[in-house]
């Protein structure tokens, strides 16, 4: 079974390199630029299900893997989650806010450092959360649940805010007829909701119900702890 899991890791990426460029070129990099629900979905893809696909099937063995692991292990494990964690919640609600989605609508060659920002910093987020051989999360499972929820929730009260307000979030993105604009802003609130749910929930689930079942499997996702070696006995000594 791990085996066939490993053997369609490589496509995860390719799903997650194909969804990211969908939502950037026509008709999906269009309509994000005249619906506020086509916008959240380019957000959330580019934020959430392209670095999870990316980080889930990334072709990191080799020589390369190792190089890549080697770096990303001299940072400390916890201080480094807590960076990333901040990070990408400051990354992704600065893209969400009113003068930048506006500035995305009329400039839209910022949507390539949109792209770069949300995805780099997603993918060491979820760097954090998931196994990507040989690259390990260095926090416990309950930690991981917890650096999955926040995320989630951050992004769920921002969709919040914007689905219950009866003003024009997004002026740029503001239209007359069909469509109205408060129902575009809450149909984005429901895509937005649903695509975080979809992808940090079982994250969530799967750590909690891994440590619940098995506590002290948790410290295999821990680095070993590293201290002065205990001194030997004396040559001739025997245990009583």
């Known amino acids: ?5 490993g053997r369609l890791r490589p496509w995860l990426a390719v799903a997650g390199a194909v969804l990211a460029v969908g939502v950037l070129v026509p008709p999906g990099g269009t309509e994000a630029r005249r619906y506020v629900f086509a916008q959240a979905v380019q957000f959330g893809v580019l934020a959430i299900v392209v670095p999870a696909l990316i980080v889930l099937g990334g072709p990191w063995s080799g020589r390369g893997g190792s190089l890549l692991a080697r770096a990303w292990s ?20 600065a893209w969400r806010l009113p003068v930048a989605v506006n500035a995305l609508v009329r400039y839209p060659v910022l949507t390539v450092a949109e792209a770069v920002a949300l995805v780099g910093a997603g993918c060491a987020l979820w760097l954090e ?15 991981r649940a917890a650096f999955a929820a926040l995320p989630m929730w951050s992004i769920w009260a ?17 239209h007359r007829g069909g469509l109205g604009t408060v129902a575009d802003q809450q149909i984005a609130a429901g895509l937005l909701f649903a695509i975080a749910g979809l992808s940090f929930v079982p ?11 098995d506590p002290a499997a948790g410290a295999d996702d821990l680095p070993a702890a590293t201290g002065p ?12």
């Not at 969709?159 to 503001?174: D, E, I, K, N, Q």
Request: charge should be positive.
């Open 74 to 93: 001299r940072w400390p494990g916890t201080a480094r989650s807590w960076a990333v964690l901040v990070g990408f919640i400051g990354v992704a609600l």
């Open 229 to 240: 070696a205990m001194p030997r006995p004396p040559r001739g000594w025997r245990q009583a």
């Open 129 to 143: 959360l998931v196994d990507s051989p040989p690259l390990r999360p260095r926090i416990s499972r309950p930690l």
């Open 203 to 213: 994250v969530v689930y799967v750590s909690l119900l891994t440590w619940l079942r």
């Open 158 to 174: 921002s969709a919040y805010v914007m689905g219950f307000s009866r003003a024009t979030w997004f002026t740029a993105l503001a």
């Open 1 to 5: 079974m791990r085996v066939r899991i």
